[in-house]
C-alpha cells in the first residue's frame, strides 16, 4: 500500500527543446539562466510526458521522478482530483522567435481512436510579451470543408483558410483539441495543457532541426492531420477576469475548462499574495524574483522559473511585489463562483474555455 508522501514545494527538472522556430527570447527577454547555448524554442517546467518526464532536483525527494510520486501517493499530490497515473498537467515557455508550424493536436476521443493514447491535448496559452503586428493562426473559417483545407495546406495557403487573429501581451487563448493552429513570429507565450506530446503538422520541414520531408512523408502527415482535424473551434483571445482578493492584490482567471485553469496574480508590496488551494498547483513567475513560503518551506522565485505545489500543503504565500501564474485542474464551480459574485456575467465567464 503506498505511503504518504512528506511534502514540500518541488522544484523539477526542465527539458529544453531546441527547434527551429526558437530563439533567446527566454534568455534576453526573461532574463533565464542555465539555458544552451543557440535557439531555445521551449523549457518544459513540469511535464510527466513519457520520456520526458520531471525529477526533483533538490530537497529530501531529489531525484525522485514525478510519475513515482504520482503512484506513491497520488492524493497528497492532487487532493480529490480525478487523474491517471501521470500528472495531468505540462506546462511550457514557448519562444516563437519564428512561426511556429502549424499543427494540432487530438481530442480525448481521437487519440484513444487513432492515437493509442490514453487522453489528447487541450491547450491554452498566455502572452507574455509580442512584438507590434503579432499575429497567431487559431482555427479555420467557416464553411472550410476537408478538401479545400487539403488543397490549402499542400499549397501553404494558409491564410486562405485559417483565422488569423492579433496577439498582444497580456492576453489568452483556449484551444480545444484537434484545433488547426500556430503562432509566431516575435511570440513569448506560456503554455498550459493536458499532459501529452501528441501533434500532427502540416509543414514541409522537420519542426526539430528544419530538415526537408520527402513529399509523399508531407502528404502522409497531412492525411493524419485531417483525421484528426475539428472544424467547429474558433477560439478568441481574452484578457481575462479579474477579481480584487486583498489591498494591491487581484487574481485574474485567464482560462478554465475540464483539464485546466490558469490564472495570473499580481500583487504590490502592501499585502502578501495568499493563495488556499486544494490541489496540485504549477506556480510559475512572470515576473521579478519572489519570496515563497509554503509548508514551512521558505525560498525564492526567479523569473520564469516554476515550483509544483503539493496539494497537501494546502496554502502558500508569496511576498510582493509579485507577478505570477497559477496553474491547476479545476472544480469549474470553484472558478465560476467567484467570478460571478464579482459581477462578471455567464457569456463573459463562458468564454474563458469549457464547461463554464
Same mark, same amino acid.
Not at 504520482?70 to 506546462?91: I, K, N, S, V
Not at 493514447?117 to 502572452?127: D, I, Q, S
Not at 493552429?181 to 507565450?189: D, K, M, Q
Given at each position: 500500500?503506498?505511503?504518504?508522501?512528506? %511534502?514540500?514545494?518541488? !522544484?523539477?527538472?526542465?527539458?529544453?527543446?531546441?527547434?527551429?522556430?526558437?530563439?533567446?527570447?527566454?534568455?534576453?527577454?526573461?532574463?533565464?539562466?542555465?539555458?544552451?547555448?543557440?535557439? &531555445?524554442?521551449?523549457?518544459?517546467? &513540469?511535464?510527466?510526458?513519457?520520456?520526458?518526464?520531471?525529477?526533483?532536483?533538490?530537497?529530501?525527494?531529489? $531525484?525522485?521522478?514525478?510519475?513515482?510520486?504520482?503512484?506513491?501517493?497520488?492524493?497528497?499530490?492532487?487532493?480529490?482530483?480525478? /487523474?491517471?497515473? !501521470?500528472?495531468?498537467?505540462?506546462?511550457?515557455?514557448?519562444? $516563437?522567435?519564428?512561426?511556429?508550424?502549424?499543427?494540432?493536436?487530438?481530442?480525448?476521443?481521437?487519440?484513444?481512436?487513432?492515437? $493509442?493514447?490514453? #487522453?489528447?491535448?487541450?491547450?491554452?496559452? /498566455? &502572452?507574455?510579451?509580442?512584438?507590434?503586428?503579432?499575429?497567431?493562426?487559431?482555427? &479555420?473559417?467557416?464553411?472550410?470543408?476537408r478538401e479545400r483545407l487539403r488543397r490549402a495546406?499542400?499549397?501553404?495557403?494558409?491564410?486562405?483558410?485559417?483565422?488569423?487573429?492579433?496577439?498582444?501581451?497580456?492576453?489568452?487563448?483556449?484551444?480545444? $483539441?484537434?484545433?488547426?493552429?500556430?503562432?509566431?513570429?516575435?511570440?513569448?507565450?506560456?503554455?498550459?495543457?493536458?499532459?501529452?506530446?501528441?501533434?500532427? /503538422?502540416?509543414?514541409?520541414?522537420?519542426?526539430?532541426?528544419?530538415?526537408?520531408?520527402?513529399?509523399?512523408?508531407?502528404?502522409? #502527415?497531412?492525411?493524419?492531420?485531417?483525421?484528426?482535424?475539428?472544424?467547429?473551434?474558433?477560439?478568441?483571445?481574452?484578457?481575462?477576469l479579474s477579481v480584487p482578493v486583498d489591498d494591491?492584490?487581484?487574481?485574474?482567471?485567464?482560462?478554465?475548462?475540464?483539464?485546466?485553469?490558469?490564472?495570473? %496574480?499580481?500583487?504590490?508590496?502592501?499585502?502578501?499574495?495568499?493563495?488556499?488551494?486544494?490541489?496540485?498547483?504549477?506556480?510559475? #513567475?512572470?515576473?521579478?524574483?519572489?519570496?515563497?513560503?509554503?509548508?514551512?518551506?521558505?525560498?525564492?522565485?526567479?523569473?520564469?522559473?516554476?515550483?509544483?505545489?503539493?496539494?497537501?500543503?494546502?496554502?502558500? !504565500?508569496?511576498?510582493?511585489?509579485?507577478?505570477?501564474?497559477?496553474?491547476?485542474?479545476?472544480?469549474?464551480?470553484?472558478?465560476?463562483?467567484?467570478?460571478?459574485?464579482?459581477?462578471?456575467?455567464?457569456?463573459?465567464?463562458?468564454?474563458?474555455?469549457?464547461?463554464?
Amino acid at each position: 500500500m503506498a505511503q504518504p508522501v512528506s %511534502w514540500s514545494p518541488l !522544484r523539477l527538472s526542465t527539458p529544453v527543446k531546441q527547434h527551429v522556430f526558437g530563439g533567446r527570447a527566454l534568455t534576453d527577454r526573461l532574463g533565464r539562466t542555465g539555458l544552451p547555448c543557440g535557439p &531555445v524554442a521551449e523549457t518544459w517546467e &513540469v511535464s510527466d510526458v513519457d520520456g520526458e518526464g520531471a525529477t526533483v532536483t533538490e530537497g529530501p525527494l531529489a $531525484g525522485r521522478s514525478l510519475r513515482e510520486l504520482m503512484a506513491e501517493d497520488p492524493g497528497g499530490l492532487l487532493g480529490d482530483r480525478p /487523474h491517471g497515473p !501521470r500528472f495531468p498537467l505540462l506546462t511550457k515557455f514557448i519562444d $516563437g522567435t519564428r512561426a511556429l508550424p502549424v499543427h494540432l493536436h487530438a481530442d480525448d476521443a481521437t487519440a484513444r481512436r487513432l492515437e $493509442g493514447e490514453p #487522453n489528447g491535448k487541450t491547450e491554452a496559452w /498566455h &502572452v507574455l510579451d509580442a512584438v507590434p503586428g503579432a499575429t497567431a493562426l487559431v482555427g &479555420v473559417r467557416p464553411g472550410v470543408d476537408r478538401e479545400r483545407l487539403r488543397r490549402a495546406l499542400l499549397a501553404q495557403d494558409f491564410d486562405a483558410v485559417m483565422r488569423r487573429l492579433p496577439v498582444r501581451a497580456g492576453q489568452t487563448v483556449y484551444v480545444p $483539441g484537434g484545433t488547426l493552429h500556430s503562432f509566431g513570429p516575435g511570440t513569448l507565450v506560456y503554455e498550459i495543457e493536458q499532459t501529452s506530446d501528441i501533434q500532427q /503538422h502540416a509543414m514541409p520541414w522537420r519542426m526539430e532541426d528544419g530538415a526537408p520531408l520527402a513529399e509523399r512523408e508531407r502528404e502522409a #502527415n497531412i492525411e493524419r492531420l485531417l483525421d484528426e482535424w475539428r472544424p467547429e473551434p474558433r477560439p478568441r483571445f481574452q484578457p481575462g477576469l479579474s477579481v480584487p482578493v486583498d489591498d494591491s492584490v487581484v487574481r485574474t482567471v485567464l482560462c478554465a475548462g475540464p483539464y485546466f485553469a490558469l490564472e495570473r %496574480w499580481t500583487a504590490g508590496s502592501t499585502a502578501p499574495l495568499a493563495r488556499t488551494f486544494a490541489t496540485a498547483q504549477v506556480l510559475s #513567475n512572470a515576473g521579478a524574483p519572489v519570496t515563497v513560503t509554503c509548508g514551512g518551506w521558505t525560498g525564492r522565485l526567479d523569473r520564469a522559473r516554476t515550483l509544483l505545489l503539493p496539494a497537501a500543503l494546502g496554502e502558500v !504565500r508569496v511576498s510582493g511585489p509579485a507577478d505570477v501564474l497559477f496553474g491547476y485542474v479545476p472544480d469549474l464551480d470553484d472558478v465560476r463562483a467567484p467570478l460571478t459574485a464579482a459581477g462578471h456575467g455567464p457569456a463573459v465567464i463562458a468564454a474563458l474555455g469549457e464547461g463554464l
